[in-house]
């Protein structure tokens, strides 16, 4: 079974930085390409940042470009979403999803995501 | 950006009634459309792709259909289960972009 666990998230100063990760598992991880998706309290859903499967196609929602990047390590099977100059607007649940194909495609499966609160 | 506008917000429906939900984007995503089901304290899950394909596990009574810019989420006979919000997203260019979500209510 296809399984995404994120992790790292927590509560950060504002201009702070945080690195998220989502272990893959049920899957060859090299072959898709995976997307970071958030929602902020009570709100819905945005896409922030998407890799391909081998790491040479990146985009970024405009909102986070500049401050977030993603990467991937396709020998540890893990998704990462370094996340700098953060402010009380980055303050969500970050899911990571896997896409359906190498290249894109839709969003077949979603981790339960990691909580991130900026605040002093 | 492509928007995507879902109506209505909220549609509060009895279990074994048939449930119609639309999607509205601003400009033609071909059949590049995914609808997700969100219940509290979870993440998404995936219903249909392509606009009318329905992802694995996922029960018939669970519709989609439409191509360009007007697309429906139909759920035939409501189960208890099926109350929680609902998502369209387009992913046909970037930035990939959701509805506001639709919310059904008992």
């Known amino acids: ?7 790292g998230g927590g509560l950060v100063l504002p201009g702070g930085s945080l690195r998220l990760s989502c272990a893959a598992s ?4 090299s072959n898709y390409a995976m997307t970071w998706v958030r929602q902020a309290p009570g709100k819905g859903l945005e896409w922030v940042s998407a890799i391909s499967g081998p790491s040479d196609y990146i985009y970024y929602a405009d909102s986070v470009k500049g401050r977030f990047t993603i990467s991937r390590d396709n020998s540890e099977k893990t998704l990462y979403l370094q996340m700098n100059s953060l402010s ?17 495609g839709h969003f077949d499966f979603w981790g339960q995501g990691t909580l991130v609160t900026v605040s002093s | 950006e492509v928007v995507m506008t879902q109506s209505p917000a909220a549609l509060s429906v009895s279990p074994g009634e048939r ?14 459309l995914a609808w997700f089901q969100q219940k509290p304290g ?25 191509s360009g810019t007007e697309f429906t989420l139909t759920i ?3 189960q208890s289960e099926d109350f929680a919000v609902y998502y369209c997203q387009q992913y046909n260019s970037w930035p990939i972009t959701f509805g506001q979500g639709t919310r059904l209510d008992i």
């Open chain 1, 88 to 104: 009380a607007e980055d303050t969500a649940v970050y899911y990571c999803a896997k896409r359906s194909i190498e290249y894109g």
């Open chain 2, 76 to 78: 035939s006979s409501l």
């Open chain 1, 26 to 29: 049920g899957f060859t991880f």
């Open chain 1, 1 to 7: 079974d296809v399984q995404l666990l994120e992790s």
């Open chain 2, 19 to 32: 449930a119609t939900l639309s999607c509205r984007a601003s400009q033609s995503v071909s059949s590049n």
């Open chain 2, 42 to 66: 979870q993440g998404p899950r995936l219903l249909i792709y392509s606009a009318s394909s329905r992802a694995t596990g996922i029960p018939a009574r669970f519709s989609g259909s439409g």
